[in-house]
């Protein structure tokens, strides 16, 4: 608790008296203890000590001679109005002459120079003295003000008496006070904010800054002292001017002590006036740290020193990742999920892994169905941007009117249709991210003209304003398209085109690089890859796939559902089902059969394995025969398993009972076994 001390003449006016100090307690609360003083009854050598010292008016600072010894704690009381006091006064006709009356002489005189400093400048204002009045001086004035216990002092003949009542302490005086006490209570704040709405105040600076100071407060109480981020401000000799909670829990020190850097930073670190995004291990966990030299014109006076625990940064990465996710501009692919064992693929992703830390655009170019969005994903993912949206625009597929507002977006009215409230276009969307312009080959000349001062000047305009908006996003364009050749038939700009290709990145078709059928194959299919033939996939790496990796992922679907490839491929191959049907043949001579080396040791095993499982009565199930294989070292699948047999019985080299009878070998299996040699 604060002691205050406020001073008065006498104790004449006890209900003045009482009514300033019930002003200090409505605002300070139980946090002061006021004692009352009278100059008047002061001894020589009296001495009063006390955290503050209050004074009605400056003569009075005189009489405080010798009886305090620290006057750099001395405040001046002003006062105030309540607000509904003086809307009256304001209504008083301009040019009036007006008679301001009070209790005594300064207190006129501060009463008069209060209402002239709240900007009543419309009145002529006039102090009463006793002197004047008795001499007839006020007999033409018909207006007066007064406070409270004054009126009596009003020459009767002045019809027209507005009473301001008591003053008020001002918030001037309030705000010194609270400073010079160091009061920092939610109460107490509260309290001079029903204040200034109550009042009107003289010193509306104080107020401001008042205000200005309280929000900023809260900004550092809310953003700072509550950040999950430690901080703290060091002077140039490491001592602490201030530090948050989390940084206290973290190093266990306390405002005015030493953060001795060495010891908690490498001798590096330590000694480097600023750093950003630098990993330190403290405690069992690893901190982002960054340092921030502050600077007095070219002296160094201290820095700031963040740490952020990983932790909480993965945390917050999830969250934004998150809310990008359902806002649907979020890349979902990174390098790790490009599947690729040929050298051209190799390449493209070692460039583009050297490239992705820059801003500078890139232009990807490949047939369609290459996956140039998927290495675009990649490229954002694998950049300092990847926490920010990532943003997909088919040029294509978006029709050339509508094109230009998805764009750059635009304001109310500026069209037929509009919103009311306009419309961000997808470059804002993608404000510290990457727009991913995919076709950008097929976009008119106008539009490609806008494109440009995007890329010159990193400014956009929506449509129907005149506002220009600075962005910060990396464009990543894609092509299936020739674009020399569009140059040089005037169908794209070539300024453009030199524009969006500064680093190019090229993917082979899928024709290029047959290493990678077979791995693609065997993601898209899953556990189904074990079902296909040696000769389906000799289908597979024959084919020239003008469709590219789309093609190749279509046709793993068909292949989930029916278990065979689409009839265009076997036709390709001169493999179609009627033809493989066909065995009259095979069935005169077995040496016809025209069977691939490898499908025929795995029949010829089969065959054997049914062999040596069948009875006159009875044959051996699919599983039994697995098992029979599997000994002999042949592992084949389920599914291959289920379709050599049905081969082997078209041929009629097996035979299938109903319900649990089995398979058993007919007597042209046994035959065809001997005729191979294998009996």
């Not at 920010?388 to 009215?413: H, K, M, Q, R, T």
């Not at 470059?427 to 001062?453: M, V, W, Y």
Request: aromatic share 10%; glycine share 6%.
């Amino acid at each position: 608790m604060k002691n205050l001390a406020i001073f008065y003449r006498d104790r004449d006016n006890q209900r003045a008296i009482n009514y300033i100090e019930d002003n200090f307690y409505k605002i300070l609360g139980d946090y002061v203890n006021i004692t009352n003083y009278y100059t008047n009854e002061f001894s020589p050598n009296y001495k009063i000590n006390a955290d503050a010292y209050i004074v009605c008016y400056e003569e009075m600072l005189n009489d405080l001679v010798g009886h305090i010894d620290n006057f750099s704690k001395v405040i001046v009381i002003t006062r105030s109005i309540q607000q509904k006091y003086l809307k009256p006064i304001m209504d008083i006709p301009a040019g009036t002459k007006v008679l301001i009356v009070n209790d005594s002489r300064e207190s006129t005189l501060q009463t008069m120079y209060m209402i002239f400093e709240l900007g009543i400048g419309h009145l002529s204002l006039f102090p009463f003295e006793k002197d004047i009045y008795e001499a007839g001086g006020y007999d033409d004035f018909d207006t007066a003000i007064v406070t409270i216990d004054s009126e009596e002092l009003v020459p009767e003949h002045i019809p027209n008496v507005y009473n301001i009542h008591n003053r008020e302490v001002s918030f001037e005086t309030f705000h010194k006070v609270i400073s010079l006490l160091d009061l920092k209570s939610e109460h107490v704040y509260n309290n001079l904010i029903e204040k200034i709405k109550e009042d009107m105040d003289t010193g509306t600076n104080y107020i401001n800054s008042y205000l200005s100071n309280i929000l900023k407060d809260r900004m550092i109480s809310n953003v700072v002292d509550e950040s999950s981020r430690a901080i703290i401000l060091l002077d140039s000799a490491d001592n602490i001017h201030y530090i948050n909670e989390t940084a206290y829990n973290i190093f266990n020190l306390s405002q005015e002590e030493k953060f001795i850097q060495s010891e908690f930073l490498p001798k590096k670190l330590a000694d480097t006036a600023s750093f950003d995004g630098e990993l330190v291990f403290l405690n069992g966990s690893n901190y982002l740290t960054e340092k921030i030299d502050i600077c007095l014109v070219n002296n160094s006076i201290g820095c700031c020193l963040i740490f952020q625990n990983e932790r909480d940064l993965r945390k917050d990465e999830n969250n934004l990742s998150r809310h990008l996710k359902q806002t649907g501009f979020y890349a979902e692919h990174q390098f790790s999920d490009i599947v690729s064992t040929s050298y051209q693929m190799h390449q493209c992703i070692n460039t583009a892994k050297k490239v992705a830390p820059s801003n500078y655009t890139i232009l990807i170019r490949g047939e369609s169905g290459t996956g140039k969005e998927l290495l675009a994903q990649s490229i954002h993912n694998y950049s300092q941007r990847k926490n920010y949206p990532f943003v997909a625009v088919n040029c294509a597929a978006i029709p050339e009117a509508l094109l230009e507002s998805e764009l750059f977006g635009y304001d109310e009215g500026s069209f037929t249709g509009a919103k009311k409230n306009g419309k961000l276009g997808l470059f804002e969307h993608a404000q510290h991210g990457t727009i991913f312009l995919d076709e950008i080959g097929d976009i008119s000349p106008t539009l490609q003209a806008s494109l440009l001062r995007v890329l010159q000047e990193k400014q956009i305009m929506r449509i129907g304003s005149g506002k220009i908006i600075n962005i910060n996003t990396r464009i990543i364009a894609a092509t299936n398209a020739n674009l020399e050749k569009k140059v040089a038939e005037g169908k794209f700009r070539s300024d453009l085109f030199y524009r969006l290709n500064v680093i190019s990145l090229n993917i082979a078709p899928l024709r290029e690089r047959k290493d990678d059928i077979m791995p693609l194959l065997c993601g898209f299919l899953g556990k189904h890859y074990n079902n296909l033939l040696p000769s389906e996939k000799n289908i597979l790496l024959k084919h020239s796939w003008p469709g590219n990796v789309r093609e190749l992922e279509n046709v793993a679907s068909y292949y989930k559902i029916l278990n065979k490839l689409p009839d265009y491929l076997c036709k390709e191959a001169n493999h179609a089902p009627d033809a493989i049907s066909n065995t009259s043949a095979i069935y005169e001579n077995f040496a016809d059969i025209n069977l691939s080396m490898s499908e025929d040791d795995i029949r010829i095993h089969i065959l054997k394995a049914v062999a040596s499982c069948s009875t006159p009565f009875s044959g051996a199930g699919r599983k039994v025969i697995s098992q029979k294989l599997s000994e002999k070292g042949v592992n084949i699948g389920e599914g291959i398993l289920k379709k050599q047999m049905a081969f082997l019985k078209a041929q009629g080299l097996i035979d299938s009972g109903a319900g649990r009878a089995g398979s058993h070998i007919t007597q042209k299996g046994i035959d065809f076994i001997k005729a191979k040699g294998e009996a």
